[in-house]
C-alpha cells in the first residue's frame, strides 16, 4: 500500500484539470514566513513550552509519531461518530461490517492512521484489545437525532474521566459556534479540556457553525473562511491542541451577514478567492499554525471520493495545515478500498514535491 501513489503524476492525475491550479499558486496573502508549519518537532518546538502536563506531551507524541506519517507533523485521523450524528443505518447501510466498532479500529490500523475518533462505547468494548496498538480519540458530545422534531444541539454522552479509563490518548467534541447553544457547549467543552489537560490526555475540538441565518437564498456560509477562521480562533482559545473544520469554500460571511466585526483586509490582503488562499486564513486563526489544523473529508459522493480526498489533501498541505480527518469516504465502501483512500490522503503528505504555497 505505501506504493500507491508516491508521484506526483499520480496526483495530478486524480487532481485532473485542476492540478496546475493547486499545485502551482504562489500565495500572496499572509507569508509563510509568518507560519508555524508543521515538522518532526511539533512537539518540541510548539507544546512543551505551554502548560500542557507532561502526560499531555506524551499522548501528543503517540499521536504524531503514530501510522504512516508519524515523524512528520501531519496527522491522518479515521473519525466514525456518524452512528450518532447521522443514524447508524444511513452510515452504515452502505457497508454494515461498520455497525460492528472493531472494524472501525481495524480499517485505522491496516489505513496507517494516527488515530481512530470514535464513540465512548464502541472505543470502550474495544479499549483492552486495540488501546495499546493505535491512539484513541474518545468523541464526548454528539448530535443526537432521535428527537422529533430534529434538533440540532450538541450533548454530553459521558465524562472526561470515562475516557481517560479507557486508554484514550485524547478526547474531542464539537461546538456548534453560532447556535442558539453555543455558549452552554463552550462551557462544557472548556471544562472538560482543561479536566483532559489534568489527566494527561489531549483534546481535539471540531469547531463547526451552525446557524439557520448563515445560509442565504444565494450563499450558505456555514463553510466561509472568516466564520471558520472564527471558531477555529475561539477553539484555540479554549486550549485546543489540534483543530478541525471544514475546508472553506467561499467568504464574507460577516461583510454579507452584518453581524460580528470584520476588517477588509480580511478579504482583499489575507485572503482571496483561492481555496488555498481561503484554508490559509483558517490556519492562521489557528495561532498562524501552531495549533494544528486538520481539515476533514465530508460526505461521500462516490466515484469522486478519491479525488476529492486528495484534492482535501493538497489544500490542507499547502496552506499549511496538519492533514486530513475523512470518515465517510474511507468506511463507505469496501475495507480494502476504505485502506487505499486514506494511504492516498497520506501519500500528499509525505511527498516532498507538494509544498507550502
Same mark, same amino acid.
Given at each position: 500500500?505505501?506504493? /500507491?501513489?508516491?508521484?506526483?503524476?499520480?496526483?495530478?492525475? /486524480?487532481?485532473?484539470?485542476?492540478?496546475?491550479?493547486?499545485?502551482?499558486?504562489?500565495?500572496?496573502?499572509?507569508?509563510?514566513?509568518?507560519?508555524?508549519?508543521?515538522?518532526?518537532?511539533?512537539?518540541?518546538?510548539?507544546?512543551?513550552?505551554?502548560?500542557?502536563?507532561?502526560?499531555?506531551?506524551?499522548?501528543?507524541?503517540?499521536?504524531?509519531?503514530?501510522?504512516?506519517?508519524?515523524?512528520?507533523?501531519?496527522?491522518?485521523?479515521?473519525?466514525?461518530?456518524?452512528?450518532?450524528?447521522?443514524?447508524?443505518?444511513?452510515?452504515?447501510?452502505?457497508?454494515?461490517?461498520?455497525?460492528?466498532?472493531?472494524? &472501525?479500529?481495524?480499517?485505522?490500523?491496516?489505513?496507517?492512521?494516527?488515530?481512530?475518533?470514535?464513540?465512548?462505547?464502541?472505543?470502550?468494548?474495544?479499549?483492552?484489545?486495540?488501546?495499546?496498538?493505535?491512539?484513541?480519540?474518545?468523541?464526548?458530545?454528539?448530535?443526537?437525532?432521535?428527537?422529533?422534531?430534529?434538533?440540532?444541539?450538541?450533548?454530553?454522552?459521558?465524562?472526561?474521566?470515562?475516557?481517560?479509563?479507557?486508554?484514550?490518548?485524547?478526547?474531542?467534541?464539537? &461546538?456548534?459556534?453560532?447556535?442558539?447553544?453555543?455558549?452552554?457547549? &463552550?462551557?462544557?467543552?472548556?471544562?472538560?479540556?482543561?479536566?483532559?489537560?489534568?489527566?494527561?490526555?489531549?483534546?481535539?475540538?471540531?469547531?463547526?457553525?451552525?446557524?439557520?441565518?448563515?445560509?442565504?437564498?444565494?450563499?450558505?456560509?456555514?463553510?466561509?473562511?472568516?466564520?471558520?477562521?472564527?471558531?477555529?480562533?475561539?477553539?484555540?482559545?479554549?486550549?485546543?491542541?489540534?483543530?478541525?473544520?471544514?475546508?472553506?469554500?467561499?467568504?464574507?460571511?460577516?461583510?454579507? @451577514?452584518?453581524?460580528?466585526?470584520?476588517?477588509?483586509?480580511?478579504?482583499?490582503?489575507?485572503?482571496?478567492?483561492?481555496?488555498?488562499? @481561503?484554508?490559509?486564513?483558517?490556519?492562521?486563526?489557528?495561532?498562524?499554525?501552531?495549533?494544528?489544523?486538520?481539515?476533514?473529508?465530508?460526505?461521500?459522493? *462516490?466515484?469522486?471520493?478519491?479525488?476529492?480526498?486528495?484534492?482535501?489533501?493538497?489544500?490542507?498541505?499547502?496552506?499549511?495545515?496538519?492533514?486530513?480527518?475523512?470518515?465517510?469516504?474511507?468506511?463507505?465502501?469496501?475495507?480494502?478500498? *476504505?485502506?487505499? /483512500?486514506?494511504?492516498?490522503?497520506?501519500?500528499?503528505?509525505?511527498?516532498?514535491? &507538494?509544498?507550502?504555497?
Amino acid at each position: 500500500m505505501d506504493a /500507491l501513489i508516491n508521484k506526483t503524476k499520480d496526483i495530478e492525475e /486524480l487532481l485532473g484539470d485542476s492540478a496546475k491550479s493547486l499545485l502551482e499558486h504562489k500565495s500572496s496573502t499572509i507569508p509563510v514566513k509568518n507560519l508555524h508549519l508543521p515538522g518532526p518537532h511539533v512537539i518540541d518546538e510548539i507544546f512543551a513550552n505551554s502548560n500542557r502536563s507532561t502526560p499531555t506531551l506524551i499522548n501528543l507524541s503517540r499521536i504524531y509519531n503514530h501510522g504512516r506519517l508519524a515523524g512528520t507533523g501531519y496527522l491522518s485521523v479515521l473519525p466514525v461518530d456518524q452512528g450518532i450524528e447521522h443514524t447508524a443505518g444511513s452510515s452504515f447501510a452502505p457497508n454494515p461490517q461498520y455497525f460492528d466498532p472493531e472494524n &472501525i479500529i481495524k480499517l485505522a490500523i491496516e489505513g496507517g492512521c494516527n488515530a481512530v475518533a470514535s464513540t465512548f462505547g464502541g472505543l470502550a468494548l474495544n479499549a483492552r484489545k486495540y488501546a495499546h496498538k493505535i491512539p484513541f480519540i474518545v468523541k464526548i458530545n454528539h448530535n443526537e437525532l432521535m428527537t422529533y422534531p430534529n434538533k440540532y444541539d450538541q450533548i454530553m454522552f459521558g465524562t472526561v474521566e470515562e475516557a481517560w479509563n479507557l486508554g484514550a490518548a485524547a478526547i474531542g467534541a464539537t &461546538i456548534y459556534f453560532g447556535s442558539e447553544e453555543s455558549n452552554r457547549q &463552550i462551557v462544557e467543552v472548556a471544562e472538560a479540556f482543561e479536566r483532559a489537560h489534568e489527566l494527561g490526555m489531549a483534546t481535539i475540538l471540531w469547531c463547526y457553525t451552525r446557524n439557520s441565518a448563515f445560509k442565504t437564498k444565494e450563499k450558505d456560509f456555514h463553510t466561509a473562511a472568516d466564520l471558520t477562521g472564527q471558531a477555529n480562533h475561539l477553539g484555540v482559545t479554549l486550549k485546543a491542541d489540534i483543530i478541525k473544520q471544514k475546508l472553506p469554500d467561499t467568504n464574507g460571511g460577516f461583510e454579507t @451577514l452584518k453581524f460580528g466585526k470584520f476588517h477588509p483586509a480580511m478579504y482583499d490582503k489575507l485572503s482571496s478567492e483561492h481555496p488555498i488562499d @481561503l484554508c490559509r486564513y483558517q490556519v492562521a486563526n489557528c495561532y498562524m499554525g501552531k495549533i494544528g489544523l486538520i481539515n476533514s473529508g465530508g460526505a461521500s459522493s *462516490g466515484s469522486s471520493d478519491f479525488a476529492d480526498a486528495a484534492r482535501t489533501a493538497v489544500i490542507n498541505k499547502r496552506a499549511g495545515g496538519s492533514g486530513l480527518i475523512s470518515g465517510r469516504k474511507a468506511f463507505q465502501r469496501p475495507m480494502e478500498k *476504505g485502506v487505499e /483512500l486514506l494511504n492516498i490522503i497520506q501519500d500528499v503528505y509525505l511527498n516532498k514535491e &507538494i509544498t507550502i504555497a
